[in-house]
């Protein structure tokens, strides 16, 4: 949704670089918004019409007219409306367009880096952005975790990561306002489908990886990789912008994503990787338990670097960050590095909670089977003693990736704990079955290697009860996020207050006390 005036109605069709057929004249009237939720329409908006997986947006034209709208746009063959109908052969592309054209194409003004991929977008994002900032840029980023325009840091309150269209424009238009010369946004599979991000007039697009996640959506490996490949198409699409156009695709080596990807690129393409034959390689990789060290190499230079970040897998995310700064934007690779430095972690991501234990208690925002083993065995690196493994899988969600995770966590873990992790309307004691029969294919025996508890604060405590000296517990899937969803309620949820409950009630210390879940009751 979008509420102010920009242009008329023929001036923001003249503007759109798609077909659009309507009849008769388009009324000179002002353009105040743009929606494609009916229950969002306001008198002056055009509302976007366009079938969804539980409804179809055409049915509530109708219930948008009485609201005011000037105008509809939509994919079916309507006529008779009392208001101007503008038929498209995309209403998602369409809202994007009609979104940037509002907004005066902000994009064009800035230099635009995108970042998908299955695990390592908001890690990855925010590399960049450091980087950009250590650099001297005023560049914002629009991830998973939050939004910052400048100095301003909005908490989106996102449902989702990639926001829909009518938000990024103006997220990015806000950005070019405050003076911002670069942005960093995470574009999701779902994002890049759907259309969210396009008339982003992407210059710069960065892979972390392409594994097994949200096949419920795509319906295949090779629909969800066409997904997140959109971005490296889009990189030709790019118009010339004012001040130039880098234009790079930063693709990873080590991955199964990396020749599909290639073929797709039609714009100079450098790839980064820790196996041999990428462009930009990691050595002398040193690997502690607060932090990596290692010397990224490229053709003609050897950077040495250090970060916080822990695990290998985070190696790559800096190496995928230092490519499209270095090799994409031309920044110098001494303040790449400061960049990397300057950087003191996600929150959620391989979080570290402290109380006064003995042994390692950390929370991790693991969702996917790849996700789940990077973490499990950076877990391994930083502890000579036992892993103790917290989560669930979500309902409503990829069904395959319960037993994938749970497999992975049988294999990896000495003890995996499966428990709720938003079941949404599907049976969690279901779910936790499925669970258990990933890890009972690896092996793993119930109420020895692997247990099924439905309460999280249950499972989090018995983790931590369990624990001795030197043991780690990690707690997944959940991270920096504030709810979990049962039914279709949102519980308030941390999994990080939850870990600091079980703690404190562990140690006999002062501490939070443990969110309150509706499987406590059962
Ligand atoms: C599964 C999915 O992609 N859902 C998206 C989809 O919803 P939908 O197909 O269910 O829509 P629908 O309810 O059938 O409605 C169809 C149309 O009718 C309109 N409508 C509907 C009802 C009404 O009363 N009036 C009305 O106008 C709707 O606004 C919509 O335009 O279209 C909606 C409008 O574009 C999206 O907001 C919605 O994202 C939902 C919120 C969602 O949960 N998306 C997740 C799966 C998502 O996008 N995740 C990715 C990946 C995250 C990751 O990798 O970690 C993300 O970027 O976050
Ligand atoms: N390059 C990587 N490869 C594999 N796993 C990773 C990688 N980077 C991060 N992870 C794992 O994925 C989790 C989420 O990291 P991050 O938030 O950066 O990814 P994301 O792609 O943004 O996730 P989401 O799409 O759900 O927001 C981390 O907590 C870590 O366990």
New binding site residues.
Partial sequence: MIGFVRRTLPELIRHLPIQVFWEGTLPDVPVTGITYNHRDAQPGYIFVAFPGTRVDGHTFIPHAIERGIVAVVGMQEISGLSIPYLRVSNSREALAYLSAAFYNFPAHEMTVIG?T??????????LIYQILLAAGHSAGIV???NAVIGDEVVDTGFHV?TPEAPEVQRYLSRMRAAGLTHVVL?A?SHGLEQHRVTGCEFDVGVV??I?H?HLDYHGSYEAYRAAKGRLFTMLSETPEKPHGNPRLAVL?RDDQSYEYLQSLVRVPAVSYGLAEGADLRAENIRYEADRLRFDIVGRDFRQPVETCLV?E??V??CL?AFAATVLGLGIDSQHAAQGIANMSG?P???ERIHMGQSFHAIV?????P??????LL?ARQITRGRVIAVFGSAGLRDREKRRLMAEVSAQLADISIFTAEDPRTESLEGILEEMARGAESQGAVRGKQFYLVPDRGDAIRMAVQMAKPDDLVIA?GK??EQSMCFGETEYPWDDRVAMRAALAELLGVPGPAMPYLPTRER
């Avoid at 991929?117 to 925010?126: R, Y």
Wanted: aromatic residues 4%; hydrophobic residues 20%; contains cysteine.
């Fill in positions: 970042v991929g299955t695990d390592g977008k908001t890690t990855t994002s925010n991830s998973t975790v990561t995470e999701t972390t990886n594994t996640e990873n695990g897998y985070n790559s995310n995928a996600v959620g991501r391989m991790d925002f693991a969702h996917t790849n996700a789940l083993k990077q973490a950076t997944c991270g920096h």
